[in-house]
């Protein structure tokens, strides 16, 4: 049988001290940046994916002690693993729980956005969403990014009003990471319903931030954008 162990094991045997140099200046992890003091192995995608179909039977309180390792693959590993597991029926409620419970070791931005939107979106879809607003008022940026990108669940579901409604709140946030989440989900609403999007932008692009700017327009004509962006 299978274990954690064997889990962890199987994901050391695939590191590359090279490339964990390489991801460590990627994901910011000095001091003083967004992801300080987080460890790299230096493990391909293909490899994780491997190893999560392989493990993906693993009990879901053996995944969470995972995802509170200080290896980012190995939080990876564990939150590739449940989100296979959740849209089974009985443990979606479960799941959802033990998500917003362990945010703290969901802390970068490939953590929040391959999970945010299958879990915590799935789960809210159709449900109230008070949950959102809270975690958009977080101190903690990871959290606040969960907020917008689970409303991409919502957003694939041609239901934009939350995405906006959070989107608004955001607007003035300090963070980088936070102004290219919002929008690139803003993007997402265009790609569906462009006069939504252009709406909510005529409103507020002035007082967004340049990056959340540029990411919600990129897909625009040339001579849009430059309107947007010259004014």
Same mark, same amino acid.
């Given at each position: 049988?299978?274990?954690?162990?064997?889990?962890?094991?199987?994901?050391?045997?695939?590191?590359?001290?090279?490339?964990?140099?390489?991801?460590?200046?990627?994901?910011?992890?000095?001091?003083?940046?967004?992801?300080?003091?987080?460890?790299?192995?230096?493990?391909?995608?293909?490899?994780?994916?491997?190893?999560?179909?392989?493990?993906?039977?693993?009990?879901?309180?053996?995944?969470?002690?995972?995802?509170?390792?200080?290896?980012?693959?190995?939080?990876?590993?564990?939150?590739?693993?449940?989100?296979?597991?959740?849209?089974?029926?009985?443990?979606?409620?479960?799941?959802?729980?033990?998500?917003?419970?362990?945010?703290?070791?969901?802390?970068?931005?490939?953590?929040?956005?391959?999970?945010?939107?299958?879990? &915590? #979106?799935?789960? !809210?879809?159709?449900?109230? /969403?008070?949950? *959102?607003?809270?975690?958009? =008022?977080?101190?903690?940026?990871?959290?606040?990014?969960?907020?917008?990108?689970?409303?991409?669940?919502?957003?694939?579901?041609?239901?934009?009003?939350?995405?906006?409604?959070?989107?608004?709140?955001?607007?003035?946030?300090?963070?980088?990471?936070?102004?290219?989440? &919002? #929008?690139?989900? !803003?993007?997402?609403?265009? /790609?569906?319903? *462009?006069?939504?999007?252009? =709406?909510?932008?005529?409103?507020?692009?002035?007082?967004?931030?340049?990056?959340?700017?540029?990411?919600?327009?990129?897909?625009?004509?040339?001579?849009?954008?430059?309107?947007?962006?010259?004014?």
């Amino acid at each position: 049988m299978l274990t954690l162990l064997d889990l962890k094991k199987e994901l050391k045997n695939k590191t590359d001290p090279k490339r964990a140099k390489i991801t460590q200046r990627f994901f910011k992890t000095g001091p003083g940046e967004y992801g300080e003091g987080d460890v790299f192995l230096g493990i391909i995608a293909p490899d994780i994916k491997k190893v999560v179909k392989k493990y993906n039977n693993l009990k879901i309180e053996e995944v969470i002690k995972l995802l509170h390792s200080k290896i980012h693959e190995e939080r990876v590993t564990a939150l590739r693993i449940i989100v296979k597991k959740f849209p089974i029926e009985e443990n979606k409620e479960k799941i959802y729980n033990l998500y917003l419970k362990n945010t703290k070791y969901i802390n970068n931005w490939d953590l929040v956005d391959l999970s945010a939107d299958r879990i &915590v #979106g799935d789960y !809210l879809l159709n449900k109230p /969403k008070l949950i *959102l607003y809270k975690l958009a =008022r977080s101190k903690s940026i990871w959290e606040r990014r969960i907020s917008i990108i689970a409303t991409f669940n919502f957003i694939k579901n041609n239901e934009f009003e939350e995405t906006l409604k959070i989107a608004k709140i955001l607007l003035n946030d300090k963070h980088d990471l936070i102004h290219k989440a &919002v #929008g690139w989900m !803003l993007r997402e609403i265009g /790609k569906r319903d *462009l006069e939504t999007e252009e =709406r909510f932008l005529k409103k507020y692009y002035k007082k967004m931030p340049r990056t959340m700017l540029r990411y919600a327009i990129e897909k625009f004509p040339e001579k849009k954008r430059k309107q947007y962006l010259s004014t």
